[in-house]
Every structure is written in structure tokens, then in C-alpha cells.
């Protein structure tokens, strides 16, 4: 679309509260998504086909390790940071960005979101150590995390224990189950699933849920299944099998209980999704802009920008976009441990509106731009298709958002009405 580095930012770096440390993190990923990621998506998506040469060039530029502490070798982004550089991402491959989220969340929710919670000195020792060993095959050796959570039920959105299980061994644990729409199977080094730990005595609870690091080549672990979906191709979304694999202990990315206690505490955590459809309704708009000024490479120099309509529909893209940026941003400011109510609420709302505005936008920019702009020569047919899956991504879909805040604004943790006890 444009020369390299000469695109501005989505966010203000100032505006968003960013140091110049940070800013420069998140100009590193713009420029490496429109330089190198932008050019091969069409190509990807074509084929999906997962971007590998992508995840070298991240390594190369250490944005694979953006989560990892400073002193563990990464770049020690926090939260934010990371939120506004996969934005950046997102707007030149949506796949990229958010297949880069799955890695990610394996540094930031073991790191900077873990150092958040409570845990006691022995766990907070032992996760230090096994930590370090997980950031250390990132940083040294480019490996890839994934983030197997879906199972096709009721535990990906939170609403029961996960049936992938977890027996304890000696030395570790014995694992089985199924995760549908494992992104990045295949690909990735290390699948980062969620599993419940069949503990004795106890029922099984989402408070044993275990986060653990199987290794992508551990006798067991298995890839199923083809993969054509209508959007976001290039995640290579396969299912994973793991039939009895043994995982050693210090697999565990997370002790015990810590992971419940991430989800009650930290719920911001869930909105690391979005980050890559934010990027996509931006896209969607600049790129409408450029066609419209007949700006746009490889197309005849045909302005359209003069009709009154095509000048209207892009002041109605103007201030959705403009609303939905905001409503993330400030949701994504907020995110911090124990957030009051509202900033739940808020988070919700921000999630919904990313998702579901994404695909407006995409949709509002076909129709503006007309017949030739959804050509499969030009990006927008790619962005259109990619933008849909937003809304179905578990633990936040748009359904249980609106669900939620429904639900959340009206009653009180704890209270029912007599016709929810029949
Ligand atoms: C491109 C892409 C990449 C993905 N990558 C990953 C990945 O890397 N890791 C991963 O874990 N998942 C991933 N997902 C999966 C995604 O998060 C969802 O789990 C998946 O889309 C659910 O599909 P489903 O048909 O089972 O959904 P649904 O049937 O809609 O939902 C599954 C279950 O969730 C519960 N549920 C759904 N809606 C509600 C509601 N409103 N209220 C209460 N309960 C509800 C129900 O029990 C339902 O059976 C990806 C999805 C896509 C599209």
C-alpha cells in the first residue's frame, strides 16, 4: 500500500501514555508488518499456509521475546505495549498478528501478568525457574509457543472445567484429550494448553485447570484435520490430539491455581484477541481512503473521493473507527489486577465493539469502494474475510460480551431473582 516507514501510528505514542521505549517497540512491529508481513499475507491467505519466514523476522528483531523480561533477555513490554504493537501488526496481516498473540500470551501472562498475582514464596520460586527456561528457548532459539485452549464445548468460555486432562506421575503428568482450533498447529514448538488436573478426591473444577507447555514433539501429540476456512487462513487453525503424552513438570507454565486466579483477577488478560481485528478496521479505512483518492498501487489513477455518498459513508467509517480506537484504548489502559466493575464492564464493551466494528467497517469499505475493490488483487476481500472471525473467539465472543454486560450491570455479585432459583 505505502513506502515503507511512512505511515503514521494508530495510536499517538504520547496520547496512549507511552515512554519512548515503548513507542519504539511498537514502531519496530509497524515497520517490520508493512516492510516484510504486508507483502507475503495475500500469498498466505491464498494457500493458508502459516508465516513462517514471519516468525524468523521476529525473532530477528527480538518482537518474539516482546513479552519476555528485560532480564530474561526480551524486551519486557508490558500489557499496553504489547496491545498497540499487534494493533500495528494487524493492519498488514491480521493472521500474523494474531497467531503472534498466542505466542505471546505464553511470556505475558507467565510474566508481568503472573508477577500481579499472589502466589506463596515456594511457588513463586519454582515458577521463576521454569520460566526462565521457557523464555530462554524463545530468545535463544526462536522457539514458538501456541495457545491450544478450544475444545468445541463449554470450557473455553469459561462455563466449565476443561476436558483435556492431567494426571499426575511421577515426574510430571500424563495428558489426553482434543483441542479444536489450535492455531499454529504444526508450526509451533510448544503448544501452551489448558488442561484439567485430575487431583483425588476432588470433582473436576476450573479451579485445577493447569497451564502446561507440551512439547510440539512428544510421543502422543498429534495434528488432525484439514484446515480451509472462510478467514484468517494463514493461523493454520488444525485440531491437536494428545493421546496419554507425558509432560515433565517443569513444563507447567503457571503453578498450580495461579491460572484461576489469572482469569477471576486479571480479565483484561482475555482481551489479547482484538488487538489484531483493531488493526484490520484500521486498514479497511486507510485503505478506502487511498482508493478513493485513486492512490492505490497497481490500480488505474481513477479519484472517486468527489460524490457526495462515497464523502459521507467515509465520515460514517471516520467516527466508528474513531469511537471504537478510543473505547479500546481506554479499556486497554485500565487493565490491571482486581479492576472496579466498570472497568470490566468497559472491557466488554471494547471487545464487542473491536470485533463486530472490525467487520462493519470492512463492510462499509466494499460497498464505498465498489465492485473492482473486492478483487482479489487488492487486500480489502482479505481483510472483509479475516475481520469475521473476530466475533467468534472464545472466552470473549461478541455473544457472551453482550451477555455479560447485561447480566453484570444488572446484578450483583451474588444476587438472583426468585425466577432464577425455579
Ligand atoms: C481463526 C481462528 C483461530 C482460532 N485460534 C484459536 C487458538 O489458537 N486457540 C484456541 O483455543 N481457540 C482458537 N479459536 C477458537 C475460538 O476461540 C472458538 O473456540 C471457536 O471459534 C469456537 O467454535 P465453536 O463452533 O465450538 O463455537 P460455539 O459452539 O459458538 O461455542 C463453543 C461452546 O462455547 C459455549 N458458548 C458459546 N456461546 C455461548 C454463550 N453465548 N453463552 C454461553 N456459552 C456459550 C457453548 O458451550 C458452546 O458449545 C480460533 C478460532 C478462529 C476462528
Redesign the pocket.
Known amino acids: 500500500m505505502s513506502e515503507p516507514y511512512d505511515i503514521e501510528p494508530m495510536f499517538d505514542p504520547a496520547m496512549a501514555g507511552l515512554d519512548s521505549e515503548q513507542a519504539e517497540v511498537v514502531t519496530r512491529a509497524r515497520n517490520l508488518a508493512l516492510s516484510k508481513f504486508e507483502p507475503r499475507a495475500a500469498a498466505l491467505d491464498r494457500e493458508a499456509i502459516f508465516p513462517t519466514e514471519n516468525y524468523q523476522d521476529l525473532h530477528a528483531s527480538g518482537l518474539l521475546a516482546i513479552c519476555v523480561p528485560k532480564e530474561d533477555g526480551g524486551l519486557g513490554a508490558d500489557f499496553k505495549t504489547y496491545m498497540l504493537a499487534a494493533a500495528e501488526i494487524g493492519r498488514f496481516c491480521g493472521a500474523t498478528a ?1 497467531t503472534w498473540n ?1 505466542h505471546v500470551c505464553s511470556c505475558l501472562w507467565t510474566g508481568a501478568l503472573a508477577d500481579d498475582l499472589e502466589m506463596s514464596p515456594n511457588d513463586s520460586a519454582s515458577h521463576r525457574e521454569r520460566r526462565r527456561r521457557h523464555y530462554k528457548r524463545i530468545v535463544d532459539e526462536g522457539a514458538i509457543y ?5 475444545e ?3 470450557a ?2 469459561g ?1 466449565a472445567p476443561f476436558s483435556t486432562k492431567a494426571v499426575p506421575v511421577d515426574g510430571g503428568w500424563r495428558i489426553t484429550g482434543k ?5 499454529l498447529a504444526g508450526h509451533a514448538h510448544y503448544y501452551g494448553i489448558l488442561c484439567g488436573e485430575m487431583v483425588e478426591g476432588h470433582k473436576p473444577s476450573r479451579r485445577d485447570t493447569m497451564y502446561v507447555a507440551v512439547p510440539a514433539n512428544a510421543d502422543g501429540v498429534r495434528v488432525a484435520g484439514d484446515w480451509d ?1 472462510l478467514g ?1 487462513r494463514a ?1 493454520v ?1 488444525r485440531t491437536l490430539l494428545f493421546e496419554d503424552v507425558f509432560v515433565p513438570a517443569d513444563e507447567a507454565l503457571m503453578p498450580r491455581g495461579i491460572y484461576y486466579q489469572a482469569a477471576t483477577r486479571w480479565p483484561h488478560m482475555f482481551m489479547t484477541l482484538s488487538p489484531a481485528y483493531m488493526g484490520i478496521a484500521q486498514a479497511a479505512y486507510d485503505f478506502t481512503i487511498q482508493y478513493l483518492r485513486g492512490e492505490v498501487p497497481g490500480t488505474p489513477p481513477v479519484k472517486r473521493r468527489m460524490y457526495p455518498t462515497k464523502q459521507l459513508a467515509v465520515a460514517q467509517m471516520h467516527l466508528m473507527l474513531e469511537s471504537t480506537k478510543s473505547l479500546w484504548l481506554q479499556a486497554v489502559r485500565d487493565a490491571r489486577p482486581d479492576p472496579a466493575k466498570a472497568d470490566v464492564l468497559r472491557a466488554y464493551a471494547a471487545q464487542h465493539a473491536v470485533m463486530e466494528n472490525a467487520n462493519e467497517l470492512c463492510q462499509l469499505a466494499l460497498r464505498t469502494c465498489g465492485g473492482q475493490s473486492m478483487l482479489k488483487a487488492l487486500p480489502l476481500e482479505r481483510l472483509y474475510r479475516d475481520s469475521r ?1 473476530g466475533s ?3 472466552p470473549w ?1 461478541a ?2 460480551c453482550l ?1 455479560r454486560i447485561g447480566r453484570e450491570a444488572l446484578y450483583r455479585p451474588g444476587e438472583t431473582d426468585l425466577a432464577d432459583a425455579d
Open positions: 494474531l498466542m501456541s495457545q491450544p485452549f478450544s468445541g464445548g463449554p473455553a468460555a462455563a483441542k479444536i482450533f489450535a492455531s476456512p484468517m493461523t487453525s472471525c467468534l473467539m472464545l465472543t455473544e457472551i451477555d
